[in-house]
């Protein structure tokens, strides 16, 4: 498993950019990019993804009609009892 640097500056700094580009892309900076495996076999392209926390009817996977994107969402539930005792969150993965 890969590590990478994190600061939760860069998320605001990337919003602020979009918002003054005025292009409507601003939440689009905040999209999260799971761990995954892709590979092929003889009949099939094979993905694999790691949503912790996120139940299987909770996903919706939808792949553009051109065949060149694939697009996977869904939501994690977290109960309050989870959250109770939280000050501030820099990142939830697991």
């Known amino acids: ?3 990478r640097d994190f600061n939760p500056l860069d998320v605001f700094l990337q919003l602020e950019a979009d918002l003054l580009q005025g292009t ?4 689009h900076s905040l ?16 993905i694999k993804l790691e ?3 996120v139940h299987a009817d909770r996903l919706n996977i939808t792949l553009s ?3 060149r994107t694939l697009t996977v969402s ?7 009892e989870e959250r109770r005792d939280r000050v ?4 939830l993965e697991i």
């Open 1 to 3: 498993m890969g590590s």
């Open 24 to 27: 409507g892309r601003a939440m």
């Open 31 to 46: 999209r999260f990019q799971p761990c995954m495996d892709m590979y092929e076999t003889d009949s099939a392209l094979i």
């Open 51 to 53: 949503l912790a926390g």
């Open 65 to 67: 009609a051109d065949d």
């Open 74 to 80: 869904g939501e994690r539930a977290e109960s309050n």
């Open 88 to 91: 501030r969150c820099y990142q």
